[in-house]
């Protein structure tokens, strides 16, 4: 019957022709008890045999049963014609000139490229498992959606089959057309799997793709940056190598993660990655308040959480070890939104089980060595830059005072440049040792950012180091951290005002080094 209305349309013949089995015999039998006439290509149709399903050959309509090793067996208007024929009384007529039979209904799934690619990563014969047949069926039959219902996704079967019942096997014109876009964006996933494996040893992981295709996660969040706002989760389908690759996470306890929860833990992860001892990273609206290392965890937790009891308060935390049964210990007396770390030991989780609003998440902080991407939008663009992954080399660092640093002074300054790299710009920080103690971020103008640091830091800041994402281009911060008491300074260099800045370090007795690159984030 015609759809031009918009009306359901009765299935009375289905064509079948899957690679994942899974719930096909049940759908098969449902099918056959409403009295549809059902044809199967020859792998799907020995697996409904089995299943005592009454099954027709698909070969009977082609004449063909698989050329080529299996890569031609459905390309052939015996089908495709029986899929994309328009159900007019034109369509009609031709359909029974060409001893065609109109399929209702294309339940279609594919060759598992990207499962055997996600098994066999070095495997030479991927091409293999590139499925061609059923992309055309389906891409055809969603095509045809105006008279035609297109199942690509197993999941689909309950509710198509409890549409089909409770409409004496019938289906709406709502269903098919959501049906068809979704076999459309199967195919476009697919397709991008294909790319983005053709790809490996083509382009380096590096390397910016022609096109990247997103995917919307089943993930879901409480709500955008503020409760007003809706917000979605999507991962990158088509870029080579890791690239945009979504970071694994599972929250054991707590409620469901919102948007800026998840901003709050890429950043604590990524200061926490910076470290190869145990670190611990507390953040606040996506920067910094305070990070640490420490020969235990515990150590390294306390003394974060220590920079700025202000700032702390319902801040996100990650560290970078297990999180042991004492280590709950230090967050006594503080409310913390979410905790994040790689694994948790049970009597830690049952002591962090009394916190009732308290979020964790188990998971690892990224790589360093695996390239990474970062993203975001602007002007209704994808922005997309390379994480800045750029380790901080000593013997390139230039002194520009007489005056240098310590060893002790030296390795706080490194400590420092790891953390700056993650505040939001302008960007200051104020380590003593491998602990912060004072943070001033996101502000307009540098000295203010000092100001901020400093006033954090109070006597905390006589005898500590500073780092400052970008260039003083005048003089004044520097004077606010020389009166601080500050000791030694790590700065990019690079500003007109360059000799002020030095004479002002230089009389004040502070060691500076210029680094001769920044570390903007915005």
């Excluded at 380790?391 to 002790?408: F, G, I, K, N, Y």
């Excluded at 030296?410 to 004072?438: C, M, P, Q, Y």
Aim: hydrophobic residues 45%; neutral net charge; aromatic residues 6%.
């Amino acid at each position: 019957m015609s759809s031009e209305d918009g009306a359901p349309v009765r299935i009375e013949r289905a064509l079948l022709s899957t690679d994942d089995k899974s719930g096909l015999p049940g759908l098969a039998r449902a099918l056959a008890g409403l009295g549809v006439e059902l044809w199967a290509t020859s792998g799907t149709r020995k697996a409904l045999i089995d299943g005592h399903v009454p099954v027709r050959p698909a070969e009977e309509l082609t004449g063909i049963a698989a050329w080529f090793g299996g890569r031609v067996k459905t390309l052939h208007p015996g089908l495709l014609g029986g899929i994309l024929a328009p159900r007019t009384d034109a369509g009609r007529r031709e359909l029974a000139e060409r001893g065609l039979l109109a399929f209702d209904l294309v339940v279609v799934n594919f060759y598992p490229f990207e499962r055997h690619l996600a098994e066999h990563p070095d495997a030479r014969d991927r091409e293999e498992f590139i499925d061609v047949g059923g992309v055309t069926l389906a891409r055809a039959a969603a095509k045809n959606h105006e008279w035609v219902t297109v199942v690509t996704d197993p999941q689909e079967y309950s509710s198509l089959v409890e549409e089909l019942g409770a409409s004496g096997g019938s289906v709406s014109a709502a269903t098919r057309r959501r049906l068809g876009v979704k076999a459309f964006e199967r195919c476009t996933e697919y397709d991008a799997a294909i790319a983005r494996g053709l790809g490996i040893g083509v382009r380096g992981p590096e390397e910016f793709p022609a096109e990247i295709v997103l995917r919307k996660e089943a993930l879901r969040l409480r709500y955008g940056e503020n409760p007003h706002q809706r917000a979605a989760t999507y991962e990158a389908l088509s870029p080579p190598g890791a690239g945009l690759r979504p970071a694994p996470f599972a929250v054991v306890k707590g409620d469901v993660l919102s948007y800026t929860n998840l901003l709050d833990l890429d950043t604590a992860l990524g200061i926490v990655s910076e470290f190869a001892e145990p670190a611990a990273a507390v953040v606040k609206h996506a920067t910094p308040c305070g990070v640490a290392t420490g020969t235990t965890l515990s150590e390294a937790l306390a003394n974060a959480i220590a920079t700025d009891p202000v700032a702390r308060y319902g801040c996100a935390i990650a560290v970078n070890r297990p999180f042991g049964p004492s280590d709950p210990d230090a967050l006594k007396g503080i409310f913390v939104d979410l905790l994040a770390a790689p694994t948790f030991d049970p009597a830690a989780l049952e002591l962090l089980g009394h916190r009732a609003k308290l979020k964790v998440v188990r998971t690892d902080p990224p790589a360093r060595d695996r390239p990474r991407w970062e993203a975001k939008s602007a002007l209704g663009r994808l922005l997309v830059q390379e994480a800045d992954r750029r380790e901080l080399v000593r013997s390139e660092l230039r002194c520009v005072t007489p005056q240098a640093a310590s060893e002790r002074e030296l390795a706080s300054l490194e400590f420092a440049w790891k953390v700056v790299r993650h505040a939001k710009s302008n960007a200051i920080v104020i380590a003593d040792g491998n602990r912060t103690v004072g943070i001033g971020s996101g502000q307009p103008t540098r000295v203010k950012a000092v100001e901020l640091a400093r006033d954090v830091a109070g006597e905390r800041a006589r005898g500590a180091v500073l780092a400052s994402d970008a260039f003083f281009p005048f003089p004044d911060g520097l004077e606010v951290a020389v009166k601080a008491g500050v000791r030694a300074i790590l700065q990019p260099g690079g500003s007109l005002r360059d000799p002020e800045v030095i004479a002002v370090a230089s009389k004040g007795g502070v060691a500076m080094y210029f680094t001769g690159w920044r570390v903007f984030r915005h």
